[in-house]
């Protein structure tokens, strides 16, 4: 079977060194990157399955890296892995559309968890920051890591929808056919329990998916 791909971005060497320890008992780290600038290039280039990235960066910090690669390769699922544990920080991640926020001084026990539910398309968040969130059933769902899983391509549509998009931008946008569209928008709705644009766009906004 063939393991996730990660690329690692941290500009402290003995950082990286023990974060690759913990992270190859599981996946492939595809690269170990210093910068946001280069980071943003190689995951462009190498296309993993999820990057791993501090917010402070040299060049370019983690939460601009992160908003460039979510523009260009919506597909990437981004984790942060951070010691900063303003929820400001927080806040504008999952505005970004990452798949999970960890704190270093948590990594060792919750690194591996975080990025297995970013694979299946939930979100993972420290859970002492998850605590402060205000709306319950959202708490109670980054906790578990149980947000319902949608596919890469239904995670696009999502955002796609949720930005105001018709049917017909979504399929230009992605190179689908309307009735492709519809058929995912249709299987979204079904996971989420909701029925209109609106429910889906409130969904959206309050997982941290646009």
């Known amino acids: 079977m063939q393991r996730a791909r990660v690329l690692l971005a941290d500009d402290h060497t003995l950082v990286v060194e023990g974060l690759r320890k913990v992270l190859e008992s599981e996946f ?3 690269g170990t990157i210093g910068d946001g600038n280069t980071l943003v290039r ?3 280039a190498s296309k993993p399955d999820v990057v791993i990235v501090d917010i402070s960066m040299p060049s370019l910090n983690g939460l601009e890296a992160a908003r460039r690669i979510k523009r260009d390769a919506p597909g990437i699922s981004i984790l942060f892995l951070t010691m900063h544990s303003d929820f400001s920080y927080l806040r504008d991640a999952m505005r970004l559309g990452a798949s999970g926020y960890v704190l270093k001084r948590s990594a060792g026990k919750e ?10 398309g939930g979100i993972y968040i420290a859970p002492e920051l998850a605590q402060g ?3 319950p059933k959202l ?3 980054l906790e578990r890591g149980r947000i319902p899983v949608l596919t890469t391509r239904q995670r696009e549509i999502l955002r796609l929808v ?3 998009k018709s049917n017909i931008d979504i399929a230009t946008t992605l190179d689908l056919t309307v009735g492709t569209v519809r058929f995912h928008r249709s299987a979204i709705a079904r996971k989420l329990g909701v ?3 609106a429910e889906m766009t409130r969904y959206a906004i309050e997982h941290g998916l646009v």
């Open 195 to 197: 029925s209109t644009t």
């Open 162 to 164: 949720a930005s105001g």
């Open 139 to 141: 708490r109670r769902s």
């Open 28 to 30: 492939d780290v595809v």
């Open 111 to 120: 690194l591996l968890t975080a990025v297995r539910t970013a694979l299946r």
């Open 133 to 135: 969130i205000e709306d």
């Open 42 to 44: 190689e995951a462009l």
